[in-house]
């Protein structure tokens, strides 16, 4: 049974510019969450993907969006980049939504904005 | 929606002691579940707790639900190097997102 995997797991962008992230869900799971993490804080809710439709939503702006893919992977975009954007990316899947085994997250992707 | 805030902040310890954290809220809730994250790592689950009054153990963690539903801890006994991390507690909102605590981080004087 494969876990969930993030790439790429660093990144360094320039404000103003777009970044892309990804994310396989592990074996089975049809929902895939993503979260973003400041230094020394917990994860936040972005949003949640279910059989490619967006499931609900964290207080994050348009700029952030998302898709899911057939095969349940998805992605993260981020537009016009800002400094406090930086942050560890994680990505969670699990099946059903949020079910009693809790989430399987993703090694994350550590994205810096200079 | 529901909040958790999460108690101490940091804790620090001398290897072979006793940690515990604490999570609270002010509204009842539905479950709550547990989650470590290593330093440079990604926060893994460690258990869900659903009844009033739940008691799980696993191993050297216990893992308490209070009688209300309101607050819940996390017990290690005999801690060893192994323990560091940041433990978070997180609920469920809806159907669709947990709210994490803002954790708390354990290191381990050797």
């Known amino acids: 049974e494969t876990g969930v995997t993030q790439s790429p797991t660093h990144l360094i962008k320039t404000r103003g510019q777009q970044v892309t992230l990804r994310c396989s869900s592990q074996s089975g799971h049809n929902t895939v969450s993503w979260y973003q993490q400041a230094l020394g804080q917990g994860p936040q809710f972005i949003f949640q993907?279910?059989?490619?439709?967006?499931?609900g939503r964290g207080n994050f702006p348009p700029r952030f969006s998302g898709l899911q893919f057939p095969n349940y992977s998805s992605e993260l975009n981020v537009n016009a980049l800002e400094l406090d954007d930086s942050a560890l990316y994680l990505c969670?899947?699990?099946?059903?939504?949020?079910?009693?085994?809790?989430?399987?997250f993703g090694s994350g992707t550590r994205l810096t904005v200079v | 929606g529901q909040q958790v805030m999460q108690i101490p902040q940091y804790q620090h310890v001398q290897e072979g002691e006793d940690f515990t954290t604490y999570c609270n809220s002010s509204?009842?809730?539905?479950?709550i579940q547990w989650y470590k994250q290593r330093p440079g790592g990604h926060p893994v689950f460690l258990i869900q707790l659903v009844k009033s009054g739940e008691v799980k153990k696993q191993k050297r963690l216990t893992f308490q639900f209070g009688e209300a539903k309101k607050n819940s801890s996390l017990h290690i006994t005999a801690t060893q190097t192994t323990d560091v991390g940041t433990y978070f507690c997180?609920?469920?909102?809806?159907?669709?997102?947990?709210?994490f605590g803002q954790g708390t981080r354990l290191t381990i004087n050797p």
């Open positions: 509204t009842t809730l539905s479950n």
């Open positions: 969670a899947s699990s099946y059903p939504i949020v079910g009693p085994r809790g989430y399987t």
């Open positions: 993907y279910y059989r490619e439709e967006e499931n």
């Open positions: 997180a609920v469920i909102q809806g159907a669709q997102k947990l709210v």
